[in-house]
Each structure stands twice: as structure tokens, then as C-alpha cells.
């Protein structure tokens, strides 16, 4: 036997017309997938969206906790800092502003870094250390502020060239 009766002795059209069909659903179903991604992938965005938002609301109950922080110290004193030092207080303070107080320090970090801030670590150390920016107590432990009651003397007499 040969040609066509082989084909048809063995089934051949029969294999053959499911291998088209099975073709076609296929690429069928991957357009259909492809069409409708846009979808899917908006979907996606709006749960994650929606459970940040949750979960950011189990965090503050009160988004007012955030607008008046009290800092932990709050000792009234003066500060000295060379010219430098407060020329990187300031850098530091125009970006807190952009992230509004209370701020993280990773977060403040980063965009030193970002910014080309010269050794932006030992700089938040030392206002740190000098007493500029301290933790935040309640709702916002774990955050820092600015203090508010801190008088900054700048000594022009250790300005570097």
C-alpha cells in the first residue's frame, strides 16, 4: 500500500486534522492571553496598591500623628559647627523638606547619594551626634525629625579652602 490508501489505513487524516485543531486552540488561547495582559497586569497593580494601603492604615490610624512629631530630646541648647558641617546641615535639611518630616534615614540616605553628597553617612552621624536630628517618639518610633529647639552657631574661624 501506498499514498493516500496508507494514509488512511494508518489513520493519517485523523492525526492530522488534531494537529491542526490542536494548533489553532493553542494560538488561539495565547492571543486571547496577550490581548487581555494590560488587564491582568492593572489588576495586579491595583491589589498590590490596595493591600500598601492597608496596611499602611494598620500602621496610622491618625494621618495627623505624622503632621505635629515629638521629637525625644528636647533640651534647649547650642550647637557649634564649623562652616562645613552646617553647609551639610543645610544640604541635609533641603532634602528633608522634599520628604517631609518625620523622615527615614535610609530613605534620606539614598537621596544624599543620589544628590553627590561627599560622605553622606559620617555627615548624618555627626548631626546626629551633635543633637540636630533626633528620633521621634509614639506613632513615628523609628523615624527621625529635625529639632526644633537647637540654635546652630557656625565658626567661621575653622572654615577649610
Excluded at 22 to 47: C, E, G, P, Q, Y
Excluded at 82 to 94: G, I, T
Excluded at 137 to 152: A, H, L, P, S
Aim: aromatic residues 10%; proline residues 4%.
Amino acid at each position: 500500500m501506498y499514498g493516500l490508501e496508507a494514509i488512511r489505513a494508518a489513520n493519517g487524516w485523523t492525526i492530522s486534522f488534531l494537529g491542526i485543531l490542536v494548533v489553532f486552540s493553542a494560538l488561539t488561547f495565547l492571543s486571547v492571553v496577550m490581548a487581555n495582559l494590560n488587564r491582568v497586569l492593572d489588576l495586579i497593580d491595583k491589589a498590590q496598591a490596595f493591600l500598601a494601603k492597608k496596611r499602611l492604615e494598620k500602621l496610622v490610624e491618625k494621618p495627623s500623628d505624622y503632621a505635629t512629631p515629638e521629637p525625644k530630646s528636647t533640651s534647649p541648647g547650642v550647637v557649634h559647627l564649623n562652616f562645613k558641617e552646617k553647609e551639610l546641615m543645610e544640604y541635609f535639611e533641603l532634602i528633608t523638606r522634599k520628604l517631609g518630616e518625620p523622615f527615614s534615614l535610609a530613605e534620606l540616605l539614598e537621596k544624599a547619594e543620589e544628590r553627590g553628597i561627599n560622605k553622606p553617612h559620617s555627615g548624618l552621624y555627626l548631626l546626629i551626634k551633635k543633637g540636630l536630628i533626633a528620633e521621634c517618639e509614639g506613632e513615628c518610633m523609628g523615624f527621625y525629625c529635625w529639632q526644633k529647639d537647637v540654635k546652630v552657631d557656625v565658626d567661621r574661624n575653622g572654615e577649610e579652602n
